[in-house]
């Protein structure tokens, strides 16, 4: 069965504190990994889609990294702002257009 | 503007009524999701629709029902027998070209049983 746990559930950081959130999933037959970004009250934001082992992509102060096991959101330099929660999501071969969610990390980040 | 629009953004329902969500699309997607989102859960997947006048069951559609007309469209019916339904509802669309494209979420409606 396909799973996604993303660890911790909460992160409180000080502005300009770097830091990672980790995926990790099982799933046969990986299609693609997905990152998205929640803000209370909203629909989650897409990120990134990651598709093979050793694939990274950046966005500002985000940069998503992938291995065979896991996936990491490394946060550098955090601003206020990206105070929020963030997704991972997979597809497997098994689940042609299904995405298996994890819970979430919400992160803090103080001034 | 192209997106995913989502109403009512609030919805309350009385116990024993069916209420329908509604969610429009622009992005001339021919895939559409709805989610349901619980506090310290992922999200889950109701039903999903990968082409007009074709649905299926995700991991937790009893409860739930659908229909998918138009392109455009996917409207998610809560009857009665949803017996917890309070919730946040999400819709999602993609292309549906790809093997893995990217679905993209509509605003959401918070639904609240009375």
């Known amino acids: 069965e396909d799973q996604v746990t993303q660890s911790p559930e909460a992160l409180r950081l000080q502005e300009g504190e770097s830091s990672s959130l980790n995926c990790s999933y099982t799933v046969s037959g990986l299609r693609g990994l997905f990152w998205y970004r929640q803000d209370p009250g909203k629909g989650p934001e897409f990120l990134f889609t990651l598709y093979s082992a050793g694939e990274e992509k950046e966005k500002e102060r985000l940069k998503a990294t992938l291995t065979k096991k896991e996936s990491f959101l490394h946060i550098t330099a955090p601003k206020p702002e990206d105070s929020a929660t963030y997704l991972c999501a997979v597809q497997g071969a098994s689940n042609t257009g299904k995405l298996i969610f994890g819970q979430g990390t919400t992160l803090q980040v103080k001034p | 503007d192209g997106g995913i629009t989502q109403s009512p953004k609030y919805l309350f329902r009385k116990e024993g009524q069916n209420v329908t969500l509604s969610c429009e699309q622009n992005?001339?997607?021919?895939?559409m999701y709805w989610y349901r989102q619980d506090p310290g859960q992922g999200l889950r997947l109701i039903y999903y629709s990968q082409i007009v006048n074709d649905f299926q069951k995700g991991d937790i559609a009893e409860g739930y029902s659908v229909s998918r007309e138009k392109k455009e469209s996917f409207p998610l019916t809560v009857t009665s027998a949803q017996k917890n339904p309070t919730a946040f509802y999400l819709c999602?669309?993609?292309?549906?070209?790809?093997?893995?494209?990217?679905?993209?979420f509509g605003p959401g409606t918070r639904l609240t049983v009375l």
């Open positions: 999602a669309s993609s292309s549906g070209q790809a093997a893995a494209d990217t679905q993209y």
């Open positions: 992005l001339n997607h021919d895939a």
